[in-house]
DNA sequence: AGCGAGACTTAGCATTGGGCGA
DNA sequence: TCGCCCAATGCTAAGTCTCGCT
């Protein structure tokens, strides 16, 4: 595993926990909470960073190493290859290199029908271009060849079995065959008894992403419903009756009233500005200053009509569950290409208050309500087209199949568009997400050569080069993200690598008993701060320093590179190569190595389980997936605790009992009481097992405080490195994935052996 | 090359609802 | 059976990256 990517040890060791070590900085403070007092801070500090010498390993081993790739893009030596050659389907679909089975196994009558992609599975000449490689295993471009094999719908047959048998038969596990749901809820809904499997199918081409495409459009907002006249408002202290336009906003403030936010000034100021925009010539002369305005009466209503919503009877609730199950079932499926598939966000964005992250020039700004007039749907032009609702009509309906969406607007804070897409599980989506984990694989096969090229580029003439090389290290070291340049003022001020700035990084010669150490301070995405220090080499640092040399904090750290530069160059390096795949990549070469080193096969499942989310939340920091701790989170791990005692003192209990139980056998020596030993000693062991299950959900949770599991889990580590964990672990994959996750990674699941390997 | 529009992925927080213990 | 709590789900903002134009 020539991807090892050691610097994620570093952050490992201790457990995995965040490094809040910055709590004294007092820069961003908004932010500050996350960040709270640590006492392992010490000891995860010197863990996380111990292995500064990560990469140190010397030039010539990369050479080395460049020529090996070589030779593996030749196809002919690579061993994991014609290891898994025989069975992988997954490789013959996305990766880039041709494979027996490729010649011997599918007519493909697509290809030939194509002339310009023959040469991508014949012709060995071609391999020899850098260019193949990218056509082959691009997914839209290239149709899949699967279905031709024959030995393969038997090895289905015995897969498909193998993960059925895994997934303990659950209530309500769904829609395997001839299982009902047990617990007679109503929902046995039909689903497709068989699910399809569209990853054993031919992928379109040339960027057509469908043939056929019918929905019946979004969901609008419920119109405004005006509160009753008995709730007021009050402008300096005198009741007034707003016009409903000027009062729908007023009582989107009105709902925020209890957030911080309605108490900042950027707010206030922004939303003041546009209700005004909605009122009347005569309110607005009248309303001029929003410190005199008064909506607590409104805010009470709102609370109230919450409170009243929990206390409704059960009949009711039933009735809006139902209601919204219809809304789902009518308008939440589409229909493309022969098979149904869920709609991810239906329902259109209904008005209200703009609330970015962090520090956002344009919150509270109105966002105004989506009218039909607004909307452009997409469909095929055979389809049934939608219907705007009676009196309305739609901006545009066109028919556009090189593209997802069925229905976008345009949205009026930024003047983005935002779009209704698919739900993770339809085939669109995991083609997709598939064919992102097949290049990150194929960067694992290329990832020392362009390791040693940048490290080369350190000491290039040109500083272009230079920086470019500093910045790659750091995404591929630091996992940092592109940094894309933004608009100033347009949104709130957060940087990613290549917009770092000079007043990002502070440079230590020396620092805690190691040299060279980088100090990174700054705001990334969503505003969650990254903080971290960070010893690099030499030659890194010395570069920095020559990058940062007469210049102003506020001025460009890489002032010769920007992401269409650095991608252009990772381009070259590898096709399908740009700055994020370096985040997958190393995200899930992180969790294969960290499950193999945690996971323990003579522990019990929670135990492996545990191991599993310290694996995960390895990735997580290293990702920088923050949350702010949950608002419960000191009262639930004080329960918890209880829980804990309470089963320690059950379990002094039941040893007393067994000792007892134990003398009495003694004496007694008879089958009874030899029978009651037994029994005493099962249920020590039972209540030990409890106690032990209890205590590892505690340090979970703990380790968890400010770490966001989800994010890595959802978008960066390859599901079938877990699927293949938990097979080879017998750990039910309903432990690791949800039902919503099972779908989204149906194809993983379908498919990872558990040999499987990154 | 630089730029803006467009399309799509990634992100954390808010709300919901269902399971579980009292 | 009820109420609590947390996991699941929903929501939408904020990124990345590509493409076509100038």
Partial sequence: MSGDH?????????????????????????????????????????????????????????????????????????????????KKKEERS??????????????????????????????????????RERDDDDAEFKPKKIKTEDDRSEKKAKKRKQVEEDIKPKKKTKGKKGEVATDGKKKAKKEPEDKWKWWEEERYTDGVKWKFLEHKGPVFAPPYDPIPSNVKFYYDGKHMKLSPEAEEVATFFAKMLDHEYTTKDIFRKNFFKDWRKEMTSEEKSKISDLNKCDFSEMSEYFKAQSEARKAMTKEEKLKIKEENERLLQEYGFCVMDNHKERIANFRIEPPGLFRGRGDHPKMGMLKRRIRPEDIIVNCSKDSKHPKPPPGTKWKEVRHDNKVTWLVSWTENIQGSIKYIMLNPSSRIKGEKDWQKYETARRLKKCVERIRSQYREDWKSKEMRIRQRAVALYFIDKLALRAGNEKEEGETADTVGCCSLRVEHLSLHQEMDGQEFVVEFDFLGKDSIRYYNKVPVEKRVFKNLQLFMEDKEPEDDLFDRLNTSILNKHLQELMDGLTAKVFRTYNASITLQQQLSELTNSEENVPAKILSYNRANRAVAILCNHQRAPPKTFEKSMQNLQTKIDAKKEQLADAK???????????????????????????????????????????????????????????????????????????????????????????????????????
Avoid at 97 to 107: C, H, I, S, T, W
């Fill in 656 to 758: 007393r009992e067994l000792k007892s139980a134990k003398a009495d056998a003694k004496v007694r020596r008879d089958e009874k009481s030899k029978k009651a030993v037994e029994t005493k000693k099962k249920a020590v062991e039972r209540v030990e097992e409890q106690l032990m299950k209890l205590e590892v959900q505690a340090t979970d949770r703990e380790e968890n405080k400010q770490i966001a599991l989800g994010t890595s889990k959802l978008n960066y580590l390859d599901p079938r490195i877990s699927v293949a964990w938990c097979k080879k672990f017998d750990i039910p994959i309903e432990k690791i994935y949800n039902k919503t996750q099972r779908e989204k990674f149906a194809w993983a699941i379908d498919m990872a052996e558990k040999d499987f390997e990154f």
């Fill in 6 to 86: 050691s610097h994620n040890d570093s952050q490992i060791e201790s457990g995995s926990r965040y490094n809040d070590s910055h709590k004294h900085k007092d820069k961003y403070k908004d932010k500050e909470h996350r960040h709270k007092d640590h006492k392992k801070d010490k000891e995860r500090e010197k863990s996380k960073y111990s292995n500064s010498e990560h990469r140190d390993s010397s030039d010539k081993k990369h050479r080395d190493k460049d020529k090996e790739r070589l030779k593996l893009k030749d196809g002919s030596s690579d061993k994991q290859k014609d290891k898994h050659k025989e």
């Fill in 94 to 131: 996305f990766d880039g290199k041709p494979k027996k089975e490729r010649e011997n196994g599918f007519a493909s009558p697509l290809i030939k029908s194509e002339p310009e992609n023959d040469d991508f599975y014949l012709s060995p000449k071609h391999e020899k271009s850098l260019k």
